[in-house]
Nanobody, 119 residues
């Protein structure tokens, strides 16, 4: 299973970006998909997640500004980021969890995509 993320870039404060992450492969039943981020010198933190058929949840720092959504037919998760702030600057990693063919719990990471917000 591979997760391919895209959509990062550089914007000014108040701008918007949309991240996408597509999962490909077989033998994997996806449950939740979401995004973490890691800023320089900081720990990786959960930004937003959306379980299959469930309600999304967000970090307090992004509530009201970010929206996570998914297209189950395409195994793709999106993160619409509005009103970006310099503190949103980080490398964003998508993830997907679920169960493999043997019903073992599995967790996959995509490659990071960099988001830079300048003041």
């Amino acid at each position: 299973v591979q997760l391919q993320a895209s959509g990062g870039g550089s914007v000014q404060t108040g701008g918007s970006l949309r991240l996408s992450c597509a999962a490909s492969g077989s033998g994997f039943s996806i449950n939740a998909m979401g995004w973490y981020r890691q800023a320089p010198g900081k720990q990786r933190e959960l930004v937003a997640a959306i379980p299959s058929g469930g309600s999304p949840n967000y970090a307090d720092s992004v509530k009201g500004r970010f929206t996570i959504s998914r297209d189950n037919a395409k195994n793709t998760v999106y993160l619409q980021m509005n009103r970006l702030k310099p503190e949103d600057t980080a490398i964003y990693f998508c993830y997907a969890d679920g169960f493999d063919y043997y019903r073992d719990y599995v967790y996959y990471w995509g490659q990071g995509t960099e988001v830079t917000v300048s003041s």
